[in-house]
C-alpha cells in the first residue's frame, strides 16, 4: 500500500514539491517496524509555521485519514523547521513529533526479514525490486512505458504522461473538508482533458483546448454602457515561456485587451495564436449597444420589464400545464422545466446517490 503524506507543506520544506498531491511520492511515509507506524520526517520548513495535513492511499483521493471526523490535521514547525509525520495504521490515529534540524527517523528492519522467500506471492522484509521481481514488482526505470508508482508526470513523463485515464476524468467532486472552499486537487487537471489533434477522439470543435483555453472578459466602463474594455483571459498547459499574439477582426497585438465603442456596430472575432503555434478561436462577441430596443406593447412585458420565471425541475409535463394558468395571472413569464429526453432510474456511481438530477 502507497502511503502518502499530502498537505500544505511540503512546496515549503527542503523537498520543494507539489502540495495536496496524493501521488507526490516525495510525501510517501515509510513503514517503521519498531514502532508500526508510517512516518515521514519533514525538514527545512519556516520556523513556528502552522501546516494542515492529511494521509492518502494508493495515490488517490478517497478514503483518506485525517482528524476530528476527517478532517485537515494541524501541526506547527517549531523553532527546529523539522517535524516526524505519524500515521498509527491500527487505531488510524494521525499524530506529529518535532524533530532537531538535523535529526531525521530510520526504520528499522526486522530480524523475520531472514525468513523471506520469494516467489511466495508476498513482497517481504529483505525482499526488493531487484531482488524479487515476482513479489515485490518492477523496480522504477524511466523510460521502460510503465508508470511505477514511484513516478509521476513530473519525475519521468515518459512514462507518466500527465493525462488522466479512464472515469478518473471524473471522480468525486467533493471538497477536502466537506466544504466548498477547497477543491481537491486533481479538479484543475480535468481541465486538460480535450483529446489532442490527431489523435482517438479529437473533434475540430476541441480546437488545441489540451493545452490552451480561455475566454472574453466584456468590461462595460461608462454608466450607459457605450463603450467596453475586451480582455481575452488565457490560461495555458505549462510552459510560461509562450508569448501570444491577440487578434481582434484579424488585426494583432500583444496586449490582451482592446477598447471599443459604440462605433463598433460589428460581431467581433477573437483569436489567440501561441509562439508554439496553439490556437483559439473564441465564440463571436456582441456589445449590449447592437441590441435592438424592445417594442413597447401594452400588456405584456416587452417593453422592457424585469419578470421572474418559476422553476418546476421535475414536474410531469401535464401537472405544469395545469398550473400555466395560475401561473401566467400570477405575473410569471414562464416555467422552467428538464429537458425533455428519455429518463432511467440509476445509481449515480461516486456517492452511491440514487438518480440525481445530474444524472438524469
Known sequence: MLVVSAGSF????????????????????TFNQATCRYEKTVQGLPTNTNYE??????????????CNNGGNCLFNSDSSGAVLLIYNPYNEQLTTSPLNGDQTVTPSVSTSALSAVCNDGKCEDGESCESCPSDCGRCSVCGDKICQSNENHQTCPQDCPNDLPGCDIFPSESCQNGTQFHANPDVAAKRWQAPKPGTKGYQPSYQDYYILVGYADIIYIDIDRRSANVCLQTIYRSNNSVKFSYFFDGVAQTTKCKLFTNAYTGILEAVVVGSDGSTLKLPAIDFIWNAKPLTNRSGDYRNGQKGAVAEMFGWPHQDVKEECEFLSKAGYLGVKVFPVHEQLMSTQPMENAMNPWYFM
Open 10 to 29: 511540503l512546496p515549503d520544506s527542503s523537498e520543494q514539491d507539489v502540495d495536496w498531491s496524493p501521488s507526490e511520492t516525495k510525501g510517501q511515509m
Open 53 to 66: 495535513w492529511k494521509v492518502v492511499f494508493n495515490g488517490k483521493w478517497g478514503g483518506n485519514k485525517g
